[in-house]
């Protein structure tokens, strides 16, 4: 299930974060569809597309999943079109905030896991890309859960998520604003107790009212890429996968 490409140990640690961007966009070809996620890791990732496109002289369309990934994408020259005319995109590249080996992806820090689970549900491959730190025996060990909600029913969804075991406070920003999304809902960062049965809890979350999206990706990632410290990505990828 891992596959382990070797780049040399006397790389630079920029050289290093190359590797994992660059293999992220490997199969980019002229023609494609590409979904650009959010956050720092992303970015690396739309860098790397960026150089390839112009390299290779690619005809490559973009959809972007945040108002920031969309400013760095044309900062980078990528061409931009709206997801609301697009029913399918070939490839997602993005990054996570933890992830385990069953392929279970936890997302949110950035606030844009709506979009996010959009485009990763559109597309035909989704790549997610972490650092070796950021993976564990099953998400929630090291990363809160971000759930989006409805302000208009904060109070009601925070007594229902008691109810499931599960407490946490408003994401605020820097100045103390509370953090408003892309999509203007607000945001709750709750603790695991990184035993739960995450398939339960992700059907418990979609089934209260005014919970808009939630960071437990447990099957939209076809491929992890894994950033070593020994200058190597370890790619895991589901049976299906493989076997294509």
Do not use: Y
């Not at 650009?36 to 290779?56: C, H, M, P, S, W």
Request: proline fraction near 0%.
């Amino acid at each position: 299930m891992s596959l382990l490409w070797h780049r040399g140990s006397a790389l630079s640690d920029q050289r290093v974060a190359d590797a994992l961007a660059e293999a992220a966009v490997s199969g980019v070809v002229s023609g494609m569809t590409v979904g650009l996620g959010a956050g720092a890791t992303a970015a690396r990732g739309i860098k790397a597309l960026a150089d390839r496109v112009r390299e290779q002289n690619l005809e490559v369309k973009c959809v972007a999943a945040s108002d920031a990934t969309e400013g760095i994408a044309r900062e980078h020259g990528l061409e931009l079109i709206e997801f609301a005319l697009v029913e399918e995109l070939d490839l997602l590249i993005d990054g996570a905030d933890e992830v385990d080996r069953n392929l279970n992806v936890m997302k949110g820090s950035r606030g844009a896991m709506t979009r996010e689970r959009m485009l990763a549900w559109a597309c035909r491959h989704s790549v997610f890309m972490v650092g070796e730190n950021k993976v564990s025996d099953q998400i929630g060990t090291k990363a809160s859960l971000a759930v989006a909600v409805m302000a208009f029913g904060l109070a009601s969804i925070r007594a229902a998520l008691r109810d499931l075991g599960l407490n946490g406070v408003c994401r605020r920003e820097m100045n103390g604003d509370l953090f408003v999304t892309d999509n203007g809902n607000l945001l709750l960062d709750l603790s695991l107790r990184a035993d739960e049965n995450l398939s339960e809890l992700a059907a418990a979350l979609n089934d209260i009212p005014g919970v808009v999206d939630h960071g437990l990706f447990l099957c939209e990632a076809d491929e992890i890429l894994i950033e070593t410290d020994r200058g190597a990505v370890e790619r895991l990828a589901r049976e299906d996968e493989t076997a294509n």
